[in-house]
C-alpha cells in the first residue's frame, strides 16, 4: 500500500514558525524528488519547494527563499518543510508530492493559516 500523510498544519501568526511532515508508507522516500505545493483560496497550484533524490539538491520558489527549508530524515522515511517568519500570503493548502520517473504520489494536504 503506497501513501502519503501531510501532517503539522495549522493556525500560525504572522512572523511565526510551522513545521510540516511528509510521511510515506510503502515506498522509500530516498529515491523520489519530493516537492511541497501548496494553493490558496482562488490561487493556481504553486510549487514551493523541491528535494531531488539521492544525490540531489533543493531548490525553492522565490516568494519563500530564504524562509522554508526542505530536508530529508531518512531514517523516519520523511521529509519536512521548515516555515519560518510566516507571511499571511503563506496561507494555503499545502500538498506532498513524490516523484520517481514518472511515478507520481501525492497525499491529501495540510491547511497552513497565518493570520492575526
Known amino acids: 500500500q503506497l501513501q502519503l500523510v501531510e501532517s503539522g498544519g495549522g493556525l500560525v501568526q504572522p512572523g511565526g514558525s510551522l513545521t510540516l511532515s511528509c510521511a510515506a508508507s510503502g515506498f522509500t522516500l530516498e529515491y523520489y524528488a519530493i516537492g511541497w505545493f501548496r494553493q490558496a483560496p482562488g490561487k493556481e497550484r504553486e510549487g514551493v519547494a523541491c528535494?531531488?533524490?539521492?544525490?540531489?539538491?533543493?531548490d525553492y520558489a522565490d516568494s519563500v527563499s530564504g524562509r522554508f527549508t526542505i530536508s530529508r530524515d531518512n531514517a523516519k522515511n520523511t521529509v519536512s518543510l521548515q516555515m519560518n517568519s510566516l507571511k499571511p500570503e503563506d496561507t494555503a493548502v499545502y500538498y506532498c508530492n513524490a516523484n520517481y520517473y514518472g511515478m507520481d504520489y501525492w497525499g491529501k494536504g495540510s491547511l497552513v493559516t497565518v493570520s492575526s
Open positions: 528535494i531531488h533524490g539521492t544525490g540531489g539538491g533543493t
